[in-house]
């Protein structure tokens, strides 16, 4: 998948630089090169023998290595990789990046260097929300730089929220979606995720609780598969993955716009979450509270982007593919609901309560397709992603 690529990854001094040597294992078992850089504070937390045994490669540490400049000069370093990977990302390197400063090695090849830029954030979740570090990252992002992570969760310093670098192998995702060609390279693909918000009023919405995980991986799926991914997302908690193009809509009346723009496709997933009502004539002012008196909410329904773009009689992608998320028969469900929309495969899912499937990180889904109905394990969200952007691409060729 990697093969004959190079990534030249700066470690960062913090905690997360741990992961990075399971991130180099992980990027050489896909074939690509790494050269190893550590900053000084890096070496505090792993040791430059440790990288380099894993690397197989010699690792730089600093600008005014004689040795080093006699081998290979710090430009000529900063151009060797066809991608320039920062994990973990500090909030010191970031803001040193978005300074320009280049006050040691790793700061003067991503100064130097002409190739793209990559970047797995990772801290304390107070400094990562901090108006410098996220003036620091709009800058980057400004510069080309792309973003990994952070994910939010419980980290080294006792404290959860964002700021742990993302796990391994979504930056070798990442860094797959960079720099390769796969199997759906020049095929376009549009992906709905997350809830839609119904206005009430200006206030108050009707929401769901799709957090957007699983449409967020399936994006991020096709495009390490390198399909142009058109994302349109709902008011989700999950971030969107990068390199794919982003369109953020409320309502299930702006997702459907947005699908239809973003067509033709070759194929069209809708992993969604949309309301299927709205309520009629949401007030434009806010609904004041009276006593005694409670507001009658009528509802009207919410367009069906699905069965609209699986029942298009010109321009209809090639695949179409639904979800279903059921409580109970769960597979009769699902068969009825693909052959009343109209698309070509539904994923089928149970999101009874116990199952810890909706806003959980695992999911047990069946495939029901002409052919039938495919149970497939439980696993991981990112691994159903793979599994069904692998079958897309089989299905796409
Ligand atoms: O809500 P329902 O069970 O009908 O959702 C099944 C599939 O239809 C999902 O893939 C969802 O994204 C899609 N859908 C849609 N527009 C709606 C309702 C659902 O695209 N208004």
């Given at each position: 998948m ?20 399971d991130?180099?294992r ?6 690509a ?15 430059p023998l ?7 490669e010699k690792v730089?540490?600093?600008?005014f ?6 081998e290979?000069g710090?430009?000529q370093?900063?151009r060797?990789a ?6 973990p ?5 970031m803001a ?8 040691d090695?790793a700061?003067?090849?991503?100064l130097a260097?002409?190739?793209p830029?990559?970047?797995a ?5 107070r ?8 003036r620091?990252?709009?800058?980057l ?7 990994v992570?952070p994910?939010?969760g419980?980290?080294a310093?006792?404290e959860y929220g964002?700021?742990?670098m993302a796990?391994p192998?979504?930056?070798v ?5 960079a720099l390769?060609d796969?199997p759906?390279?020049?095929?376009r ?6 809830p839609?918000h119904?206005?009430?009023d200006?206030?108050?919405y009707?929401?769901n609780?799709s ?7 399936i994006?991020a799926?096709l ?6 991914v058109?994302?349109?997302t709902?008011?989700?908690?999950v971030?969107p ?5 982003v ?5 299930a009346?702006?997702?459907r716009a ?18 299927d ?7 434009d002012?806010?609904?004041?509270k ?5 507001p009658?909410l ?14 298009m009689t010109?321009?209809?992608p090639t695949l ?5 998320a ?6 009769d469900?699902?068969t009825?609901k693909r052959?009343?929309?109209g698309c ?5 899912n149970?999101?009874s309560?116990?199952t ?6 695992e ?5 029901i397709?002409?052919?039938?109905a ?8 990112h691994?159903?992603?793979?599994q ?7 299905t796409?060729?």
């Amino acid at each position: 998948m990697l093969s004959g690529k190079r990534i030249l990854l700066i470690i960062g001094g913090g905690i997360a630089a741990y992961k990075s040597l399971d991130l180099i294992r992980r990027l050489r078992e896909r074939g690509a090169a790494v050269t190893p850089v550590m900053t000084r504070a890096a070496a505090e937390f792993v040791t430059p023998l440790s990288v380099s045994a894993l690397a197989g490669e010699k690792v730089y540490t600093d600008l005014f290595d004689l040795t080093d400049e006699a081998e290979m000069g710090h430009i000529q370093l900063s151009r060797v990789a066809d991608l320039v990977l920062v994990a973990p990302a500090t909030a010191d390197l970031m803001a040193k990046m978005a300074q320009g400063l280049a006050g040691d090695l790793a700061t003067t090849l991503l100064l130097a260097t002409d190739t793209p830029v990559m970047i797995a954030p990772a801290m304390n979740v107070r400094m990562w929300e901090h108006p410098a570090t996220q003036r620091n990252l709009a800058v980057l992002r400004g510069d080309g730089v792309s973003v990994v992570g952070p994910n939010a969760g419980d980290m080294a310093c006792g404290e959860y929220g964002p700021g742990r670098m993302a796990e391994p192998l979504e930056i070798v995702d990442a860094v797959v979606g960079a720099l390769a060609d796969g199997p759906l390279t020049g095929k376009r693909i549009v992906v709905t995720s997350g809830p839609t918000h119904e206005p009430i009023d200006p206030v108050r919405y009707i929401a769901n609780r799709s957090s957007g995980a699983q449409g967020t991986a399936i994006a991020a799926a096709l495009r390490v598969l390198g399909a142009e991914v058109v994302f349109v997302t709902g008011p989700a908690e999950v971030s969107p993955p990068e390199g794919v193009e982003v369109v953020r809509v409320n309502t299930a009346r702006e997702m459907r716009a947005a699908v239809l723009a973003a067509l033709p496709a070759e194929a069209a997933v809708f992993a969604a979450a949309v309301a299927d009502w709205k309520v009629i004539a949401a007030s434009d002012s806010k609904i004041k509270k009276v006593a005694g008196a409670l507001p009658v909410l009528e509802f009207e329904e919410n367009p069906d982007i699905l069965a609209e773009v699986a029942q298009m009689t010109e321009g209809r992608p090639t695949l179409v593919v639904g979800f279903a998320a059921e409580t109970n028969d769960v597979i009769d469900n699902a068969t009825a609901k693909r052959a009343r929309k109209g698309c070509d495969w539904i994923v089928a899912n149970d999101v009874s309560p116990e199952t810890g499937i909706m806003g959980g990180s695992e999911n047990a889904v069946t495939l029901i397709s002409g052919s039938g109905a495919e149970a497939w394990p439980r696993m991981g969200k990112h691994a159903v992603a793979r599994q069904l952007a692998a079958r897309i691409a089989e299905t796409l060729v």
